[in-house]
């Protein structure tokens, strides 16, 4: 779920700055069209001022969680939150099939996306995520959090 692409425009930047010289493939999905679109323009524009990078864009309309996700050395998201009581049924199916044994009372949407993005790290990668602080305290996250730190 990139949204405007605004955290992979920060990781590119990111990137530059400390004079990273290395492939760099940025992948992007999301359900919105103009989401895509939006975070299309804004990559496109911070590579017209990286003139010495090897940057390849795979920004696409797509549900993240409906499909395997490719393997990488780096995820940055800011997934949806949403409350259980706002979800439809397939979205709670999702969330069901994802979080396996944790899912527990009323998740939140946002554990599934990070638990998806954790399964498609490369061993030695890195997940850096925004997420609802109730997941740190929520009862019903408790297994969940167990997962993780497992």
């Not at 030695?124 to 408790?142: E, N």
Request: hydrophobic content about 45%; overall charge positive.
């Amino acid at each position: 779920a990139c949204g405007s692409g605004a955290f992979l425009h920060e990781a590119l930047r990111a990137l530059r700055r400390r004079g990273f010289s290395g492939r760099i493939q940025v992948v992007g999905r999301d359900i919105s069209r103009a989401a895509i679109s939006m975070a299309r323009f804004v990559l496109d524009r911070a590579l017209v001022d990286w003139s010495q990078h090897r940057v390849s864009l795979d920004l696409e309309v797509g549900d993240s969680l409906a499909s395997p996700l490719p393997l990488a050395d780096v995820v940055v998201m800011n997934p949806p939150f949403m409350a259980f009581a706002a979800l439809s049924s397939t979205q709670r199916e999702q969330m069901r099939e994802i979080l396996g044994k944790a899912y527990q009372g009323r998740p939140d949407l946002s554990m599934s996306f990070i638990t998806h993005a954790l399964a498609a790290l490369k061993p030695g990668g890195a997940l850096g995520c925004l997420f609802p602080a109730s997941l740190l305290s929520l009862t019903g996250a408790a297994q969940w959090r167990q997962d993780l730190l497992e």
